[in-house]
């Protein structure tokens, strides 16, 4: 495993790596099946989801007007600030070498994509991302469908677990990212439903 070595996490990179490195080759190996090999890696792609924020963006804006214009705003702002704390400050601060680049463990683990992204591994964007915008939906739309808002984390959580299967990321990474996320979406869900009022259909 490569750290980098002006790190002051150098310790705790080492103490929690063969941990995270035993959980990735369970769920990248002991854990898969076919299907999961051919299913998963469209997972992470944002083309493979263009129908669902589709749906979602025609729901609010026909349903809720200036409002639901306001709430594609306000999704769009999560995944901004999502991705400028994962990939612009985490990532430029904190370098852990992904799996599939480093040699120790990509000889372990069966890779399904066709590029190994050579940015630190930690935290997972992907992760961060989905999960921020989770947390949004689920804040801003379950007065509208109730529990079933709180599918949104369980779609987050597949995205996820998805980079660990493919083996792009640690679970620590993808841990992290979530946690990351759910604060950013918390923060602009609470924002939204204070600004701009609950979304209703009655």
């Known amino acids: ?25 369970h769920i990248n190996q002991d854990w898969g099946s076919t299907t999961l090999d051919t299913v998963l890696p469209f997972m992470r792609e944002t083309m493979f989801w263009i129908p669902l924020y589709l749906f979602l963006i025609l729901f609010t804006t026909i349903n809720f007007k200036i409002k639901g ?3 594609v705003l306000g999704i769009a702002l999560t995944a901004i600030i999502a991705d400028l ?32 992204p050579r940015s630190s591994s930690f935290t997972s964007s ?5 999960f921020a915008q989770a947390m949004y939906f689920f804040l801003t739309l379950r007065s509208v469908w109730g529990k079933w ?7 987050a959580f597949v995205i996820a677990y998805t980079q660990v299967y ?15 996320g759910c604060g950013i979406g918390f923060a602009t869900g609470k924002l939204f439903n204070n600004k701009i009022g609950l979304l209703s259909l009655a």
């Not at 808002?149 to 779609?155: K, M, R, S």
């Not at 679970?171 to 979530?178: K, L, S, Y």
Request: hydrophobic share 45%; glycine share 6%.
């Open 85 to 116: 704390i994962s990939s612009q400050l985490i990532k430029q601060t904190v370098m852990r070498v992904r799996p599939c680049q480093d040699p120790e463990v990509a000889s372990h683990i069966r890779f399904f994509i066709n590029y190994c």
């Open 166 to 180: 493919v083996g792009v990321h640690y679970p620590f990474d993808v841990f992290c990212g979530a946690i990351l």
């Open 69 to 71: 214009l306001w709430w």
């Open 126 to 130: 992907h992760s961060c991302s989905h």
């Open 149 to 155: 808002a709180g599918l949104f984390f369980a779609w």
């Open 1 to 25: 495993m490569i750290f980098d070595p002006g790190s002051g996490l150098l310790t705790f990179w080492q103490r929690i790596q063969p941990f995270d490195t035993w959980l990735l080759t």
